[in-house]
């Protein structure tokens, strides 16, 4: 689930003016990783996957350099090859907006209408651990009929995602950026790495579910977590590695960059390390 406050819209609307369109930089020096294979719905808008297919293509040639904080991730170091490998294992299918969930027990992570530029819209759902979760309480397995096939999900890990056009619109759009520029990208990957996190984990961490936030912008809201190396610091790593390596960005789309990890730091508020390992009972 990612929540983003109204204020921190509000700011970017006055800080960010109209920019152009550019594409992400050629690296040089590291081996480009292979195309993560993914396996798109019906439901999935055509506009929408030719931008994520383009925001995967970035993974296999990111040029980042800064390889700290790799134990958030629980990832070797930030090569082209491991970003290929970690993003590779937890997402293997997108569905649309349209896509019948009703199979799916517990919240859906929906923006509230409040905290929403365009009112209640989705940005991305992990379909793959509420789908497991549901099997896990009824004892059966789950079988999702996905992109013309029966996907059994055995594990959160199946990466069955769900996308809407609040990944693609105001919710979660650099204003002064178009919808393909790098800067956008880097939100949209680190939204990625955000619900692939939540594919992971077992036990009383399994799928890293959100915790309800005490104080601040989101209090009353499931948009905290208490793990240090959950979804939320997941997505500030990403978005600060992405940040350091770009060449191409200008202040603005720094600017924007810098809220959204302002954004997710605010929302860490544990210290304990959750196991990762992914959870394969069923």
Request: hydrophobic share 35%; net charge neutral.
């Amino acid at each position: 689930m990612r929540l983003v406050s109204s204020p921190i819209l509000v700011c970017l609307s006055l800080v960010l003016a109209i920019g152009c369109t550019r594409q992400h930089k050629s690296r040089s020096g590291e081996a480009k990783a292979a195309k993560i294979e993914v396996a798109y719905d019906d439901s999935v808008p055509s506009k929408q996957r030719r931008l994520l297919e383009n925001d995967l293509k970035i993974l296999s040639d990111a040029g980042i350099t800064d390889h700290s904080d790799t134990s958030i991730l629980d990832i070797p170091d930030f090569t082209n090859q491991s970003l290929h490998d970690w993003f590779g294992e937890g997402i293997h299918f997108i569905v649309g907006e349209s896509f019948s969930e009703s199979a799916m027990i517990g919240p859906k992570s929906r923006y509230p209408a409040e905290l929403a530029a365009d009112g209640a819209v989705t940005v991305m759902l992990n379909l793959g651990g509420g789908f497991y979760k549901s099997g896990k309480k009824k004892g059966a397995l789950a079988q999702v009929p996905i992109a013309g096939q029966w996907v059994s999900v055995t594990s959160p890990m199946v990466g069955i995602l769900k996308i809407g056009a609040g990944l693609f619109g105001k919710v979660l759009k650099a204003p002064h950026a178009g919808s393909d520029d790098p800067v956008n990208s880097y939100a949209r990957l680190a939204v990625l790495g955000h619900e692939k996190r939540h594919s992971q984990g077992r036990g009383k961490n399994l799928c890293f579910s959100h915790e309800v936030c005490t104080s601040g912008t989101y209090a009353g809201e499931p948009a905290c977590e208490k793990y240090y190396n959950g979804p939320y610091r997941v997505e500030r790593v990403i978005l600060e590695k992405f940040r350091g390596a770009c060449e191409i960005c200008n202040k603005k789309d720094n600017a924007y960059l810098d809220l959204l990890i302002a954004d997710s730091y605010s929302r860490s508020v544990g210290y304990e390390m959750g196991d990762p390992t992914p959870e394969t009972t069923l």
